[in-house]
């Protein structure tokens, strides 16, 4: 079955959707400004117009999957690929997902990480975006470019609803088209 998405109406302005984070001074440790996205989550207006301006910006592209990220790109990327009409597929940390898996470790500033997806998720050609709630140093979102790539996605696209511009994330990212609802310079 290939029902179309619904119209959304275009050109939805998202800047009044940052009166809805809260700013939490120094978390997780001293000097750090901290942008808490869960009183944008529990204002039902407000999460709808996320949803709906991120699915506005896809609507075009005859997404198949949207990829989320553990744990919070599993908050906007079911939602995101139920308003695209698309599957959505969860990438997660190592050991949890039960069938045979495919892995990638990255670097952090101080150690790795390593994300995880099943092997049979994503067939090659599937047209697929990556959803995550923010974009700071990219290195979560450039993981997930390399694990969709090997499993033969063709990647559409990368979407935010925060994305931190003086951490320059979005760098790590070239050849890949960033979309990212609001932006903080500091």
Known sequence: MSAKPLPISSNI?????????????????????FY?????????????AL??????????????LVLGMEARGFIFGP??????NAGFVPVRKPGK?????????????????????????I?????????DDLLATGGTAEAT???ASSLGAEI???????????LKGREKLKGYEVFSLLHYEK
């Not at 939602?79 to 695209?84: K, M, S």
């Not at 559409?156 to 003086?166: M, N």
């Open 36 to 48: 808490d996205i869960t009183t944008l989550l529990k204002d039902k207006r407000g999460f709808a």
């Open 97 to 121: 997902l039960p069938a045979a898996t495919t892995k990638y470790d990255y670097a952090l500033e101080y150690g790795t990480n390593t994300l995880e997806v099943h092997k049979d998720a």
């Open 13 to 33: 302005n998202c800047e009044p959707l940052k009166a809805l984070i809260r700013e939490v001074q120094d978390f997780p440790k001293a000097g750090i400004l």
């Open 145 to 147: 470019t390399h694990l």
């Open 156 to 166: 559409c696209g990368l979407g935010f609803v925060v994305e931190l511009d003086f």
């Open 79 to 84: 939602a995101l690929a139920y308003r695209l």
């Open 51 to 64: 949803i709906d301006a991120l699915a506005e910006h896809y609507l075009d592209k005859d997404i198949d």
């Open 123 to 131: 067939q090659k050609g599937q047209r697929v975006i990556i959803v």
